[in-house]
């Protein structure tokens, strides 16, 4: 049994292809694992503010106060990752990068003395054994080819990820879903290729 933290990202609902690749991961995942509890929360509908002045005085300071609502949220949002086993992320490229929604619960994550610290042998961070699934949606191939250097999206989730101490990540890609010639096939070849 494990504990799966699905974090949907896309505005797109059930037309999202991220989505469904993200559901077709857990459907391994729970296959592989019978039994695991799996909590979602969808940051496209229930938004967490940006990273704004409040934000950044009550998530970095000590005395704010316990029961601020942003840092309430911020908290909570913290804990459902520390108590995942296996984290699920879908992610539609949006214009080379990751929905704004999305960047926003990172920045209520990825907090110094919550998610790292620094050390004298700098950056430590205190969010380990975890396995990650980012489960990418993009309308051209990103992977290779002359797209390759316009995906901000994948390598910054891995490099994020990196920092708070994640680096058992897959990245599982539908690649060239808007592409006439491979629309109507980059869900079902996401999906075959999915390892767990």
């Known amino acids: 049994m494990k504990n799966i933290l699905h974090v949907i990202s896309s505005p797109s609902g059930n037309n999202s292809i991220s989505i469904k690749l993200g559901n077709a991961i857990l459907e391994k995942l729970v296959a592989e694992h019978p039994g695991s509890s799996i909590t979602e929360i969808n940051v496209a509908k229930d ?28 908290n909570r949002a913290v804990q459902q990752v520390k108590e995942a086993d296996i984290i699920v992320i879908g992610v539609p490229l949006f214009n080379f990068g990751i929905p704004s929604t999305l960047k926003s619960w990172l920045d209520n994550v990825v907090r110094p003395g919550v998610a790292f610290t620094y050390g004298e042998n700098g950056v430590q961070g205190l969010i380990t054994n975890k396995q990650v699934y980012l489960a990418v949606a993009s309308g051209a191939i990103y992977s290779e080819g002359p797209m390759k250097d316009f995906d901000f999206g994948a390598p910054y989730l891995e490099k994020v990820l990196n920092f708070i101490g994640v680096t058992d990540i897959t990245v599982v890609r539908a690649e060239g879903v808007n592409m006439p010639n491979l629309k109507d096939i980059a869900l079902q070849k996401a999906i075959d290729s999915i390892a767990v």
Do not use: C, M, W, Y
Request: hydrophobic residues 40%; aromatic residues 4%; charged residues 25%.
């Open 47 to 74: 938004q967490f503010p940006h990273l704004g002045e409040n934000l950044i005085k009550v998530t970095r300071s000590a005395a704010a106060p316990s029961d601020d609502e942003a840092l309430v949220r911020s």
